[in-house]
C-alpha cells in the first residue's frame, strides 16, 4: 500500500514537505507532475509543476525520489518541497490519494523503515526522541542512538552473557559435578561486569529523561519569604504577584526556563501555613501536590521543612537584610539577585548528579523497563552462583536477561510493543 502524509507542521510556512512512500509512490506522482521524468530505477530530484485535474499548474515544487531499498522507509518514496500553503498540501494529498494511496498513520513511514529492517526498534525510538526532546543534549542522545550506540552496547552485554551461558551448558553436557575449576570464577567475574553496566545504563536514565522532558522544580516555603520574587528572578519577568501582604500566591504559577541546557518547569506556590481563607487552603494544599511530584524542591528559608525521599534543597533568601540562624545549603538574596546565579548551579547539579560513567543512553520508558528485568535475572543468576545450587536455574535467569535485552533492539517484535513505540510519533514521520 502507497502511503502520503505531510511531514512540516500544518499552517503556514515557507515550504512544506508532503512524503509518499510505498512500491507505486512514483508511478502516484505522474498523475499530477507536468511531463514527470520520474521512473522506478534511478533516483531524482527536480523542480516540478504540479497540476491538477485540468492540467492547470498550482504550484511549483522540489521533487525528490528515492529508489527502493535506499530510502528512509526502503520502499519507493517521494518527497514533495511545495509552497507552504495549507491549500496546496491538501491538493497534492487529494491528488495522491485519487491516484491510489492513502493516508499515513502516525509514525507510518518509521513504522515501515523498521519493518523493513531499516532501523531496529532502539533506532527508531532515537527518531521520536530527536523529534520531541526539549533540549539539544536530550537531541544528542536521541542521534547517537539513532547511529545505534545503545544498539551496540546491547550486543555487547548480549555477547558476553551468551558466552556465560555457552560454557556451563558446555560443561553441564559433559559432567554436571565436575565443573571446570576456573568457570564459574570467570562467569562470575562477567556477571558482575554486565550487573554494574545494567546499574549505569539505569542511573542515566532519569537524567536523560530530563533533558528530553525538562524537570519540575517547585518552590515553597512560608509567606513572604520571597518565592514569587525569586521565581520572577529565575524567569527573568514580573510573572509573579509580588507583596509584602502574606497569602498573595494563592494558584500554582508556572515557566519554562533552562539552566545550563537542563530544560525546567519552575512552580511558584502559596506560602505555607495555616489558614482559615477557604481559597488560600486549597492553594496551600496544592503547594504540598505539586511538591511530592517534583524532581527537585526548593525550600526557602523554613530549614525545619523537610521531604523525605523527594530532592530538595534549603535555601535562605534575604541575606540583603538578615543573616542565616541555621545551617542552609546556600544564601542569596531575590531581591538583589546576589548569589542567584549560584544557586542555579546548585539546582542544576542536585538534578543532574550522575557524572556518565557509560555512554549507554537509554531513551524510552520501554528500554528503561528492560534492563530492569535484564538486570533483575542477571541478579538472580548472581546469587544461584554464590550459592552454586542449580547450575540450570543460573542458565536460565540468564538466558532470561538476554530476551529481555533482546527486546530493546528486536528486529520484529510483537504487535502491541510496536504500537506503543510508534503511537507516539507524529504524522509524516
Ligand atoms: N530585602 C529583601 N526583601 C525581599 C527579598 N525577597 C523578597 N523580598 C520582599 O519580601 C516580600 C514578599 O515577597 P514575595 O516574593 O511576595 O514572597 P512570597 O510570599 O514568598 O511569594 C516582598 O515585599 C518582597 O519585595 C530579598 O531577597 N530581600
Ligand atoms: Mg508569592
Not at 533492539?409 to 504524522?427: G, H, I, M, R, Y
Given at each position: 500500500m502507497t502511503i502520503v502524509a505531510c511531514?512540516?507542521?500544518?499552517?503556514?510556512?515557507?515550504?512544506?514537505v508532503v512524503r509518499i512512500s510505498g512500491k507505486d509512490a512514483i508511478k502516484n506522482i505522474s498523475s499530477f507532475i507536468k511531463d514527470s521524468a520520474f521512473n522506478e530505477k534511478t533516483p531524482l530530484s527536480k523542480v516540478c509543476f504540479l497540476v491538477d485535474k485540468d492540467g492547470e499548474v498550482f504550484d511549483e515544487a522540489?521533487?525528490?525520489?528515492?529508489?527502493?531499498?535506499?530510502s528512509y522507509t526502503g520502499e519507493n518514496l517521494v518527497e514533495i518541497s511545495c509552497h507552504g500553503n495549507p491549500k496546496i498540501v491538501s491538493k497534492i494529498i487529494d491528488l495522491s490519494i485519487d491516484a491510489g494511496s492513502r493516508l499515513a498513520e502516525a509514525g507510518e513511514f518509521t513504522k515501515t523503515a523498521f519493518l523493513n529492517g531499516k532501523l531496529d526498534l532502539s533506532e527508531a525510538e532515537a527518531v521520536a526522541s530527536i523529534i520531541h526532546s526539549l533540549s539539544l543534549t536530550g537531541v544528542k542522545a536521541g542521534v547517537k542512538n539513532l547511529r545505534g550506540g545503545l544498539s551496540k552496547e546491547i550486543y555487547s552485554i548480549k555477547s558476553s552473557l551468551i558466552s556465560v551461558v555457552a560454557s556451563l551448558e558446555f560443561d553441564l553436557d559433559i559432567s554436571e559435578e565436575d565443573l571446570q575449576p576456573n568457570l564459574l570464577k570467570n562467569s562470575e567475574k562477567t556477571i558482575l561486569q554486565?550487573?554494574?553496566?545494567?546499574?549505569?545504563?539505569?542511573?542515566?536514565?532519569?537524567?536523560?529523561?530530563?533533558?528530553?522532558s525538562g524537570a519540575s522544580v517547585v518552590i515553597l516555603g512560608p509567606p513572604n519569604a520571597g518565592k514569587s520574587t525569586?521565581?520572577?528572578h529565575l524567569v527573568n519577568k514580573n510573572q509573579s504577584i509580588?507583596?509584602?501582604v502574606e497569602g498573595t500566591t494563592r494558584d500554582v504559577i508556572e515557566k519554562n526556563i533552562y539552566i545550563n541546557g537542563l530544560p525546567i518547569l519552575l512552580k511558584d506556590t502559596a506560602g505555607i501555613r495555616a489558614s482559615n481563607d477557604g481559597v488560600e487552603k486549597i492553594g496551600v494544599e496544592r503547594s504540598f501536590v505539586e511538591a511530592k511530584n517534583a524532581d527537585l524542591v526548593i525550600i526557602l528559608n523554613d530549614r525545619d521543612l523537610s521531604f523525605g525521599d523527594i530532592k530538595h534543597i534549603h535555601v535562605?533568601?534575604?541575606?540583603?537584610?538578615k543573616r542565616p540562624d541555621k545551617k542552609y545549603d546556600i544564601s542569596i538574596s531575590a531581591k538583589t539577585g546576589n548569589n542567584v546565579k549560584e544557586l542555579k548551579e546548585v539546582i542544576y547539579n542536585s538534578l543532574i548528579n550522575y557524572k556518565g560513567q557509560t555512554d549507554t543512553l537509554l531513551i524510552s520508558k520501554r528500554q528503561y523497563n528492560a534492563i530492569k528485568g535484564a538486570l533483575k535475572h542477571v541478579k538472580n543468576a548472581h546469587s544461584l552462583l554464590l550459592t552454586e545450587d542449580s547450575i540450570e536455574l543460573l542458565v536460565e535467569d540468564i538466558n532470561r536477561s538476554i530476551s529481555f535485552l533482546d527486546s530493546i533492539t528486536e528486529k520484529t517484535t510483537k504487535d502491541d510493543v510496536l504500537d506503543a513505540v510508534f503511537s507516539s510519533f507524529c504524522v509524516g514521520k
Amino acid at each position: 500500500m502507497t502511503i502520503v502524509a505531510c511531514s512540516t507542521p500544518p499552517g503556514t510556512s515557507g515550504v512544506a514537505v508532503v512524503r509518499i512512500s510505498g512500491k507505486d509512490a512514483i508511478k502516484n506522482i505522474s498523475s499530477f507532475i507536468k511531463d514527470s521524468a520520474f521512473n522506478e530505477k534511478t533516483p531524482l530530484s527536480k523542480v516540478c509543476f504540479l497540476v491538477d485535474k485540468d492540467g492547470e499548474v498550482f504550484d511549483e515544487a522540489i521533487v525528490t525520489s528515492y529508489v527502493s531499498p535506499n530510502s528512509y522507509t526502503g520502499e519507493n518514496l517521494v518527497e514533495i518541497s511545495c509552497h507552504g500553503n495549507p491549500k496546496i498540501v491538501s491538493k497534492i494529498i487529494d491528488l495522491s490519494i485519487d491516484a491510489g494511496s492513502r493516508l499515513a498513520e502516525a509514525g507510518e513511514f518509521t513504522k515501515t523503515a523498521f519493518l523493513n529492517g531499516k532501523l531496529d526498534l532502539s533506532e527508531a525510538e532515537a527518531v521520536a526522541s530527536i523529534i520531541h526532546s526539549l533540549s539539544l543534549t536530550g537531541v544528542k542522545a536521541g542521534v547517537k542512538n539513532l547511529r545505534g550506540g545503545l544498539s551496540k552496547e546491547i550486543y555487547s552485554i548480549k555477547s558476553s552473557l551468551i558466552s556465560v551461558v555457552a560454557s556451563l551448558e558446555f560443561d553441564l553436557d559433559i559432567s554436571e559435578e565436575d565443573l571446570q575449576p576456573n568457570l564459574l570464577k570467570n562467569s562470575e567475574k562477567t556477571i558482575l561486569q554486565t550487573i554494574k553496566k545494567l546499574d549505569d545504563c539505569i542511573l542515566s536514565f532519569e537524567e536523560t529523561k530530563m533533558f528530553q522532558s525538562g524537570a519540575s522544580v517547585v518552590i515553597l516555603g512560608p509567606p513572604n519569604a520571597g518565592k514569587s520574587t525569586l521565581f520572577n528572578h529565575l524567569v527573568n519577568k514580573n510573572q509573579s504577584i509580588v507583596t509584602d501582604v502574606e497569602g498573595t500566591t494563592r494558584d500554582v504559577i508556572e515557566k519554562n526556563i533552562y539552566i545550563n541546557g537542563l530544560p525546567i518547569l519552575l512552580k511558584d506556590t502559596a506560602g505555607i501555613r495555616a489558614s482559615n481563607d477557604g481559597v488560600e487552603k486549597i492553594g496551600v494544599e496544592r503547594s504540598f501536590v505539586e511538591a511530592k511530584n517534583a524532581d527537585l524542591v526548593i525550600i526557602l528559608n523554613d530549614r525545619d521543612l523537610s521531604f523525605g525521599d523527594i530532592k530538595h534543597i534549603h535555601v535562605f533568601n534575604k541575606s540583603d537584610v538578615k543573616r542565616p540562624d541555621k545551617k542552609y545549603d546556600i544564601s542569596i538574596s531575590a531581591k538583589t539577585g546576589n548569589n542567584v546565579k549560584e544557586l542555579k548551579e546548585v539546582i542544576y547539579n542536585s538534578l543532574i548528579n550522575y557524572k556518565g560513567q557509560t555512554d549507554t543512553l537509554l531513551i524510552s520508558k520501554r528500554q528503561y523497563n528492560a534492563i530492569k528485568g535484564a538486570l533483575k535475572h542477571v541478579k538472580n543468576a548472581h546469587s544461584l552462583l554464590l550459592t552454586e545450587d542449580s547450575i540450570e536455574l543460573l542458565v536460565e535467569d540468564i538466558n532470561r536477561s538476554i530476551s529481555f535485552l533482546d527486546s530493546i533492539t528486536e528486529k520484529t517484535t510483537k504487535d502491541d510493543v510496536l504500537d506503543a513505540v510508534f503511537s507516539s510519533f507524529c504524522v509524516g514521520k
